[in-house]
C-alpha cells in the first residue's frame, strides 16, 4: 500500500481516524510503526496527506491527519467502457482503473459477455469497493471511480450516452479499441480533449453490429499496437499511451 | 488462445503434429472443431498458419500445418530487465513479456527483492516456458523470449551488459523507469533506436545506489506518468508506450 485510504466510518472526530483492519496490520507488520510514526494517507475522495500513530495497540490504532493537500484534477477526464468480463478479470479492472485514475466505469452487455457474468456478487458495491480501494492506494489517488452496469447494449450507446452528452458543456472524445483499426490513439486522437471515453470489447472482440452502433454514435476506433491483449492489459495499455500523449500534449 | 503453439515434441512428420494436453482440449470444448475443421497455428520459434485436423478422437489430434508465412521481425528490438519480483507477479511478466515481443527478459538481484526469490521453482525452464508459451498464444507471437537470471547486481551493469554492448553492431538504448524522474518516454526516447533495453525496478523501487550504477551505465530514467504501478502494470505500460512512439516515428 503506497497510500492508506482513510474513510469516514473510520473517523473519530474532525482530525483522528481508528483503524483496526488489515490497515492496521500492515501499520504495525509492513510500515513496522511505533506511536508517533507516521505514514502517507487519503481521504477517500478527499486530500492525501499524513497521519500520525497517537496510540497503537495489537487490536487498534488511533492516528491523527495533518497537512492535507487537495489533488489537483486531471486536464484530461477518462471514463471507461468495458464489456462486462468475468470475475477474475473485473477485479483486475477495478483495481487498474482506480490506479490510473478513471472516472467512470461503465460496464456492458456485449454480444460475447456471458450473461451469467451479470449475476456475479462482484456487481455489489460492497464487494467491488474494496478492489477500488486497493488500487486507490496503489496509485496514490483518493478519488473513487463511479461504476454502472448497463444491462442493454443498444440502449446505453444510444439513450443513455446521449443523455450524458446533453448534460456537460463538454465536448466528449469517445474511441473504443479494435485489434482491425488502423490508426492508433497517437493518429485519431483530439489532443484539446478534456473529456474522453473509451470502450474496451469482450474477450473475443466486438461484432460487427457492436462496432457499427458504435461507429454511428460517433465513437472511432484505434488499435493498441501488433498484439491481441486480454481485456486487463488494453485497459493498462490504453491508459498508459493516453498518459503519454497528454503529457506531450502539455496537459 | 488465439494462437495454438505447435513445438518439435508435437511433431509426427514434416507437417503432421499431435496434440494430447490441453491445447486437444481446447480444440475439443472451445472452438469445437471436428476433422476437417481448422484454427490458427504458430510453431515454435517459427512461422505462423493454420492447422486442419486430420484425425480426432477423446485422446488426440492430429493436425495437418499449411500456409505457414514467417512474422516480420520487429523494428525494435525490445529487452526487459526486471528486479526479480515475488512468484506470482513473475507469472505475469512472463506471460507479458511474451505477449508482447520482448526478446531477452534479465531478472536480476536488487536490493528491495527478497532472497527467497531466487530459490523459486519458477525459475526453472520447465516450469516458467509455460508461462511463456501462453503469453505468446494470446499476443500471437512465436519467439519465446529468452529468460536470464543474474543474482549480482553490479557485476549484471557492469561486466554482463557491457560484455552483450560489445558484441553487437547495434548501438543499445538503456532506460530506468523511475517514478521520480522527469521526463517521460516521448522525451527522451531515441526514435531511431534499433535496439532498446528497459529495467523495471522492485516493488518499493530502486534504492539510490542502484540508480546510480545505471545512470553511470548509460542508463536514463524515464517516469510512466502520475501513478504508482505494480511491477506487472509498469512492464504492460512501458511496452504499450513503446508501441505508441515506435508506430509514430514510422517504425
Not at 51 to 57: C, F, H, L, P, T
Not at 196 to 220: D, H, N, Q, S, Y
Request: glycine fraction near 8%; proline fraction near 6%.
Amino acid at each position: 500500500m503506497n497510500l492508506i485510504i482513510l474513510t469516514d466510518s473510520d473517523k473519530l472526530d474532525d482530525t483522528r481516524y481508528l483503524l483496526q483492519d488489515y490497515r492496521a496490520e500492515h501499520i504495525r507488520t509492513v510500515l513496522k510503526l511505533e506511536a508517533g510514526g507516521s505514514f502517507e494517507i487519503g481521504l477517500l475522495n478527499g486530500p492525501r496527506g499524513r497521519a500520525v500513530i497517537e496510540k497503537i495497540s495489537a487490536k487498534d490504532i488511533t492516528v491523527r491527519v495533518e497537512n492535507l493537500e487537495n489533488i489537483p484534477p486531471p486536464e484530461l477526464t477518462v471514463d471507461l467502457i468495458c464489456a462486462l468480463p468475468r470475475p477474475q478479470t473485473l477485479k483486475k479492472v477495478l483495481f487498474t482503473s482506480a490506479m490510473m485514475g478513471v472516472r467512470s466505469l461503465h460496464l456492458i452487455r456485449a454480444n460475447r459477455v456471458e450473461k451469467s457474468y451479470f449475476q456475479s456478487p462482484l456487481l455489489e458495491p460492497e464487494n467491488y469497493v474494496p478492489h477500488l480501494i486497493e488500487g486507490l492506494s496503489q496509485g496514490k489517488l483518493t478519488r473513487l471511480p463511479e461504476v454502472v452496469v448497463h444491462d442493454r447494449f443498444k440502449v446505453f450507446f444510444e439513450d443513455t450516452l446521449p443523455g450524458l452528452e446533453r448534460n456537460s458543456d463538454i465536448k466528449l472524445v469517445k474511441l473504443a479499441a479494435d485489434p482491425e483499426a488502423k490508426g492508433d490513439l497517437g493518429e485519431i486522437m483530439d489532443k484539446k480533449a478534456s473529456w474522453l471515453l473509451f470502450a474496451i470489447g469482450p474477450e473475443g472482440g466486438w461484432v460487427p453490429f457492436e462496432i457499427e452502433t458504435m461507429e454511428k454514435t460517433g465513437f472511432r476506433r484505434f488499435t493498441l499496437g501488433r498484439w491481441l491483449l486480454r481485456v486487463e492489459h488494453a485497459v493498462t495499455a490504453t491508459l498508459s499511451q493516453l498518459e503519454l500523449l497528454y503529457r506531450e500534449s502539455g496537459g
